[in-house]
């Protein structure tokens, strides 16, 4: 197979940053696409080629196939890296870049097609005996039909998208009378972010574990996994902090968990980077979840203990080549990541867009930020409110956590609101902290998060004084002096008529 | 200049800032004074050192608030001078008696008007749906009333604060 020369990043935000910059240190070229709203992204300045693919609505931009395709074709790009969401798991596009004679870098069509939609994944999950949680199969033809599953299996409920994945298009409903909202809300988040509005539904297991198993397989019949992630601090079933090793994984359990992922991939064909994400009870029972058959957000923490590059890998794959062969990795110490999004804590996380006022990213040893913002960089409203995200690692679990708190209090980011101060404060959580929670950790401990630690505010009320004096005393001296306001002093009248009557002289 | 600094829900405060020298200040509040080396910097940040601790600070401003950003943490700041203090007062009633609108708590898109003009509502019922970075917020009735005043267009943008809808 032809050695890749010119990727496209058909994505936006720190993902596109991310991916160009592995490019970069293979020496490829890279091509970024941007729709009306993200001329002004970091995407976009990183890339060699940039085209713009549409207006700001991601069905007319980022979803847009055939303008992709032919950014791709008109800038010589012979691959595709998806990211995650967006295209990342559409078998149509996936199927379309062939047609192209362009490589999509990402599984075959008919394993995205067999794991991509959650409800054919479960039905194959099933037939290779593989655990998933109870529900059904297929997708929810009406809200009667939702109603009578959810009598059937039980409430709380979960619905789903089928299309979907990374917490969109989701809803929790606990009594029969919240289902209508919620499945109104479900269908319609799912249309929005996925261009599917099918929705299926799940029996809600109480407090599990969300653990997933990196998995990695090549054209030539190989594949391994790459450990676990323990992603079980979720915020409405949004991921928050993601660690590996998990705190509850036993070498029996990670072995048990990474033979039924690799199964799983090699039951549908698999070629590439995926995950298998798994639920595990109270009993260290676990359940196949979903396949994410693309890169993950939080794949950072894989790669600071194994020392890969993931994205490396997936173009190395893409191109025909054999997974390394040296097969054991000994992952080594712990890595943590926090997710940086721009939304309002005290306001019930509301979205915060704007202009970033000032920056300031961390760093130091074993601190990694992957973002694809700026200084005087406006976050559009069009789009995920996640920033950027903030990894560390460690030799131990908790010198991995002290040192993303040391990142994250390195972190400012002024402007717009961020999570960041809620994240330390999911850090400093004793459960966190002992590596005993579940999934209901955030949602359990709310108000006592948002509260965060009682702590010594008046240098913060001193700062702030200093910064209303000082700001008040220039515009009094402002006010003081009329040039300063561009008004006309007696002096500037005089002079001004003095030159007229030169003018009129000569 | 003196001003009434209120943190976190508790009583203001009178505190009295003076300019000893460029970036040198003496702040006095309950009668302790302070003397304060504060360095600002053009990106508003601030290296500000009191009785020899060291204070990194980012600031930034909303309405009257200062937001104040240290150590990970960001401390919204009321700081309003002596002069509007005494304007400020009286205004800061709160009722749900008469007409209450329902205002965009973001800038973003209405994606849903779930109710018409002249329709009873009740607390706590859906009555627009706000959408921004992918995130649908269903804003609530804050009373039992009738829609009094429709704003809200579906499809249309609205900036923070725009009001939507009206009930009495």
């Given at each position: ?5 010119k990727?496209?990043?058909a994505?936006r935000?720190e993902?596109?940053v991310?991916v160009i910059?592995?490019c970069?240190?293979?020496g ?5 696409i ?9 995407h ?12 700001a609505?991601?069905?007319?931009s ?7 395709l032919?950014?791709?074709r ?5 691959a595709?890296?998806?990211g995650y ?6 078998a ?8 192209a004679?362009i490589i ?14 959650k409800?054919?994944a479960?039905t194959?999950?099933q037939?290779?005996g593989i655990?998933?949680v109870?529900?059904?199969?297929e997708a ?11 009598e059937k ?12 994945g990374?917490g969109?298009g ?13 499945w ?11 261009g599917?509005?099918?929705?299926y539904l799940?029996?809600?297991?109480e407090?599990?574990?969300h ?6 397989a ?6 391994i996994?790459l450990n676990e992630r ?16 998990s ?25 590439g980077?995926g995950?298998?994400e798994?639920?595990?009870d ?11 058959t ?16 993931l994205?490396?890998w997936q173009i ?7 997974l ?9 110490g ?11 804590p ?21 601190v990694?930020?992957d ?10 409203r069009e789009?995920?409110p ?5 990894s560390?690692?460690?030799l ?10 040391r990142a994250?209090?390195?972190c ?6 961020t999570?960041i101060?809620?994240?330390?404060a ?5 459960a966190?902290v ?10 359990r ?5 948002l ?23 220039k515009?009094?001296?402002?006010r003081a002096?009329?040039?300063a306001r ?5 002096w ?8 007229l009557?030169?003018?009129r002289?000569? | 200049?003196?001003?009434y600094?209120t ?9 009295e ?6 970036g ?5 509040a ?11 910097f053009a990106?508003?940040g601030?290296?500000?050192?009191v ?8 600031l930034?401003e909303?309405?009257d ?14 700081v ?9 007062g009286?205004?800061?009633?709160f009722?749900l ?7 965009a708590?973001m ?23 706000v ?7 269903e804003?609530k009735?804050p ?6 005043e429709?704003l809200?267009?579906e499809g ?13």
């Amino acid at each position: 197979m032809a050695k890749i020369r010119k990727i496209l990043v058909a994505n936006r935000g720190e993902i596109a940053v991310r991916v160009i910059r592995t490019c970069r240190d293979l020496g490829l070229s890279t091509v970024a696409i941007y729709s009306e709203a993200d001329r002004s992204a970091l995407h976009v300045r990183a890339a060699d080629q940039a085209y713009c693919v549409g207006p700001a609505p991601s069905r007319d931009s980022y979803l847009a196939q055939e303008r992709i395709l032919d950014a791709a074709r008109a800038s010589g790009a012979d691959a595709i890296h998806p990211g995650y969401g967006f295209l990342s798991e559409n078998a149509s596009f996936a199927r379309a870049c062939e047609r192209a004679g362009i490589i999509f870098i990402g599984p075959p069509a008919s394993a995205m097609e067999a794991m991509g939609e959650k409800t054919r994944a479960r039905t194959n999950m099933q037939r290779a005996g593989i655990p998933v949680v109870p529900g059904n199969t297929e997708a929810l033809r009406s809200l009667e039909e939702a109603r009578a599953q959810a009598e059937k299996v039980g409430y709380p409920v979960m619905l789903k998208a089928a299309g979907g994945g990374g917490g969109k298009g989701m809803r929790k409903v606990d009594r029969p009378p919240d289902l209508e909202s919620g499945w109104r809300s479900a269908r319609s988040e799912a249309l929005s972010s996925f261009g599917n509005d099918a929705v299926y539904l799940e029996k809600f297991l109480e407090s599990p574990h969300h653990i997933e198993i990196q998995i990695f397989a090549d054209s030539h019949g190989n594949c391994i996994h790459l450990n676990e992630r323990e992603c079980s601090a979720q915020r409405r079933h949004q991921k928050v902090i993601e660690e590996t090793p998990s705190p509850i994984a036993d070498s029996s359990l990670r072995e048990a968990m990474g033979a039924v992922a690799v199964k799983a991939a090699k039951e549908v064909g698999y070629i590439g980077a995926g995950t298998i994400e798994f639920l595990v009870d109270a009993r260290r029972k676990f359940y196949f979840l979903e396949m994410n058959t693309r890169l993950q957000v939080e794949h950072p923490v894989t790669e600071w203990v194994t020392g890969l590059d993931l994205v490396a890998w997936q173009i190395q794959v893409a191109q025909g080549e054999k997974l390394p062969q040296h097969r054991k990795f000994s992952p080594r110490g712990h890595a943590i990541e926090a997710r940086i999004y721009a939304e309002d804590p005290s306001q019930n996380f509301l979205p915060s867009p704007g202009r970033i006022e000032s920056l300031r990213l961390p760093s130091g040893p074993n601190v990694r930020h992957d973002s694809a913002v700026y200084q005087g960089y406006t976050v559009p409203r069009e789009y995920d409110p996640m920033i950027g995200k903030v990894s560390a690692w460690g030799l131990t679990r908790d010198q991995a956590i002290a040192r993303l708190l040391r990142a994250l209090e390195e972190c400012v980011v002024t402007g717009i609101q961020t999570n960041i101060r809620y994240l330390s404060a999911v850090l400093r959580h004793p459960a966190l902290v002992a590596g005993d929670y579940d999934t209901s950790l955030l949602d359990r401990e709310h108000a006592r998060l948002l509260e965060g630690e009682p702590q010594n505010v008046d240098p913060a009320k001193l700062a702030a004084v200093i910064f209303a004096h000082d700001r008040d005393i220039k515009v009094a001296a402002s006010r003081a002096d009329p040039d300063a306001r561009g008004e006309l002093s007696p002096w500037r009248l005089v002079s001004r008529s003095m030159a007229l009557r030169k003018l009129r002289r000569s | 200049m003196r001003y009434y600094v209120t943190l976190g829900g508790k009583d203001p405060v009178l505190v009295e800032v003076k300019t000893l020298a460029p970036g040198r200040y003496r702040i006095t509040a309950d009668g302790k004074s302070e003397e304060v080396d504060a360095l600002m910097f053009a990106d508003r940040g601030m290296s500000m050192l009191v009785g020899g601790h060291s204070y990194s600070v980012d600031l930034d401003e909303s309405g009257d608030e200062v937001l104040v950003h240290l150590g990970g943490n960001v401390h919204a700041v009321d700081v309003v001078s002596e002069r509007r203090f005494r304007l400020r007062g009286g205004t800061a009633k709160f009722s749900l008696e008469g007409q209450q609108l329902v205002r965009a708590p973001m800038p973003g898109k209405v994606t849903k008007v779930l109710v018409q003009l002249g329709e009873q509502v009740i607390e706590g019922q859906g009555l627009v749906v706000v959408e921004a970075m992918k995130m649908e917020n269903e804003l609530k009735s804050p009373k039992n009333g009738k829609v009094a005043e429709l704003l809200a267009v579906e499809g249309s943008a609205v900036e923070k604060n725009a009001p939507l809808v009206a009930v009495e």
